[in-house]
Structures are given as structure tokens and as C-alpha cells.
């Protein structure tokens, strides 16, 4: 019975390939849940898996000089916001960076979520989900939702012809119906500063 749950959960691991992060809940299907954490525990034990933290592991991504790569952070939160069953918005100097305003990597990634507050160290870098209400969390996962971290983030005064060329870029696939509907309890400057960029009128 043990190796038959170990063997299907290594399989759906596999399948979802190198660089995917998980939680035992993503095997609640395939035995007890004991059975399941002693699974994980011999794959983490035979390096074909890693623990990152407390019930989050990861298949890791291999290179041929570098070796094991560090995971994605990125993928750890989508991973923990499952776990939760919350979303998670990247918010802070991370979304300016993944909307592609800023060429700032930060070492601390910040996500808001309607679930619990939580800080996770992962090796040099840090992931910090931040408790938020429901009407900022409506546009999460969304070009929109990207942009209003990014632009709360950068500071109405340091919005220059540079990021509006790149947040008009960035926003281009939105239609202005889609536009509007994510721009609904977005800051009135935020809201007013997309409208002007993407040629909205009010």
C-alpha cells in the first residue's frame, strides 16, 4: 500500500516537471494523509524532491554546471496560496518588476492575500504574504491588478514617460471594458493615470 501511494505520487510529480512546488493537500486523492507525508518524506529522503518549509516542497530544476537551480518564488507562493485555497497578488517592488517597470529584482517578494499573514525564508530571499481586504484582492491575477501594485509601489511623482510607455505596452492585450472592470478599487490616481495612459475616457 505505501509503495503503491509513493509510486503515484512520484508519478504526478514527474508529470508536472522540473520546477513545480507542492504540497502533501495536492495528494489528498491518492491515500491517507499519513500516507501521503511518509511518501513525501522518502522522496525528499532519496533527493528526488526538496523541502523548502514546513509541508512545501519542490521537484527541483537541474542544471548540467550549476547543478540543483533555487526555486522559483514565485511558484512557492502559487503553492501556498493552493495549499490555502486564497489567491495571492505580487504586490510592492515585485510587481513593478514582473509588469516590467522596473529592472529591480527584489531579495524580499511580497504577495497580498485574503488569507493569513505569513513570512517564509527561502535560502537568501524571503516571501512575505500580506493580509488585504476583499476589494483590493478583486483584480488579483490580473494585468490591472499588476499595474496598481506597481504604480502604488513606484509613487505618483516617480511615474515618468519611460513607465508609461512600458505600462501602456504591458496593458495593451486588456480591452478597455476589462480595463475598467479591474480598475474598479483601484486608487483614484492609479485609476485616473491608467484611464489618461490607455485612452480612457473617465
Not at 164 to 170: D, L, T, Y
Amino acid at each position: 500500500m505505501r509503495q503503491r501511494v509513493e509510486i503515484a505520487v512520484k508519478n504526478t510529480i514527474i508529470g508536472h516537471g522540473r520546477g513545480w512546488c507542492f504540497t502533501p493537500g495536492h495528494f489528498l486523492e491518492m491515500g491517507s494523509e499519513e500516507s501521503i507525508r511518509k511518501a513525501l518524506s522518502h522522496l525528499n529522503k532519496l533527493k528526488v524532491i526538496r523541502r523548502l518549509a514546513q509541508g512545501i516542497y519542490e521537484y527541483p530544476k537541474q542544471h548540467d554546471v550549476l547543478g540543483i537551480i533555487p526555486p522559483d518564488l514565485n511558484e512557492v507562493a502559487k503553492a501556498i496560496a493552493e495549499k490555502n485555497g486564497v489567491q495571492i497578488q505580487p504586490a510592492g517592488a515585485h510587481a513593478a518588476n514582473l509588469a516590467g517597470l522596473s529592472e529591480q529584482v527584489p531579495g524580499r517578494l511580497i504577495f497580498l492575500t485574503e488569507g493569513p499573514s505569513r513570512k517564509l525564508k527561502i535560502g537568501n530571499q524571503e516571501i512575505i504574504l500580506k493580509k488585504t481586504t476583499k476589494k483590493i484582492m478583486a483584480s488579483a491575477g490580473t494585468r490591472e491588478g499588476l499595474i496598481i501594485q506597481a504604480f502604488k509601489n513606484l509613487g505618483k511623482n516617480h511615474i515618468d514617460q519611460i513607465v508609461r510607455a512600458r505600462a501602456e505596452k504591458f496593458l495593451e492585450p486588456s480591452g478597455e471594458k476589462e480595463i475598467r472592470r479591474n480598475m474598479r478599487f483601484a486608487p483614484a490616481w492609479v485609476r485616473t493615470l491608467v484611464f489618461e495612459i490607455m485612452g480612457i475616457k473617465k
